[in-house]
């Protein structure tokens, strides 16, 4: 753990490393309270996530955010990987560092499908982001610290938020990259503010979201925001909100015995009714439905 930082520390709740060679495609997942970050060493895996499949090959870093609903996936004969679970306290990092959020995996995880994608990545700092990572499972793996195992935990910690600044780093640059391209002359300047609008949407959907908020951020009206948004889109800020609460929500269906209940609190609906009613209109049934007709276990007490 790291101490001396004020709040609850950051502490390592697992780490493992995986050689699969069974015939069986599905390796695991589920949800859980922990910060996961897995890497795929060999291998073609699939990673499903927040409704979206990410396939890649080897030399793979994806980001699993706590109480987030995931599922692995094998498609080659044998596969290796390593995981490390952390429970991300209260306190800050070492180095103003921070958990990336959401939807900063989201877009992460996105540039990792391909092969290679740590050696060949979205920056220049792919190459640190590599080497990190191989120093976190060596150091897991290191014979000469297994008898010392709070030195070693603070050695994994500290290049895990040496980790979290080089990917913010490497998102940061992308932005900075979209935002320098040239654009076609006929191109409309208003889509930035719907791509920002949109990337914030996706960070902020767990909470409470309204529309005045998005045209404060966006500096002009309510009623020119939703026409400019579904010009770009062809859907309005609360229809993509919408979107995005349904597919998180199908995705904790699937993957998890949470109740309706539960689900609908933890993706932002303001209760169950309401969330069920707006689920059945969208796809033709009830939350519980749609989860029996996934071949999903049901909660214990499952009510919608």
Not at 34 to 63: D, H, K, P, Q, V
Not at 81 to 99: C, H, I, N, V
Request: glycine share 6%.
């Amino acid at each position: 753990m790291l101490t001396g930082m004020g709040g609850t520390p950051m502490i390592i709740r697992n780490f493992h490393y995986v050689v699969d060679d069974k015939k069986k495609s599905r390796i695991g997942g589920g949800t859980h309270p922990f910060y996961e970050i897995l890497c795929i060493a060999s291998g073609e895996m699939t990673l499903e996530f927040m409704n979206e499949s990410f396939r890649s090959g080897s030399r793979t870093l994806f980001l699993i955010p706590d109480n987030v609903p995931h599922q692995l996936f094998k498609h080659s004969a044998s596969a290796s990987f390593w995981y490390l679970e952390l429970d991300k306290g209260t306190g800050p990092l070492p180095g103003a560092a921070s958990f990336p959020s959401v939807g900063e995996a989201v877009v992460w995880n996105r540039l990792q499908c391909g092969d290679e994608a740590l050696a060949s990545g979205p920056s220049e700092l792919a190459g640190l982001i590599a080497a990190t990572a191989d120093s976190i499972v060596a150091t897991m793996q290191s014979d000469s610290l297994t008898r010392n195992g709070e030195l070693r935990e603070r050695i994994v910690l500290l290049d895990v938020s040496k980790l979290f600044l080089q990917i913010t780093a490497a998102l940061q640059q992308r932005r900075l990259l979209i935002a320098a391209s040239p654009e076609p002359e006929d191109e409309n300047p208003n889509k930035q503010i719907v791509q920002d609008l949109m990337q914030y949407m996706e960070n902020a959907y767990l909470h409470e979201v309204k529309l005045q908020m998005l045209a404060s951020r966006a500096h002009m009206a309510s009623s020119y925001l939703i026409r400019l948004f579904k010009t770009h889109t062809g859907t309005t800020p609360y229809q993509y909100l919408q979107d995005l609460r349904m597919n998180a929500a199908k995705s904790y269906l699937t993957n998890t015995s949470m109740t309706v209940k539960d689900i609908a609190e933890t993706n932002g609906f303001p209760s169950i009714h309401y969330f069920s009613r707006q689920f059945k209109q969208k796809y033709g049934m009830s939350p519980s439905q749609w989860r029996q007709a996934q071949g999903a276990e049901p909660a214990d007490t499952e009510s919608d």
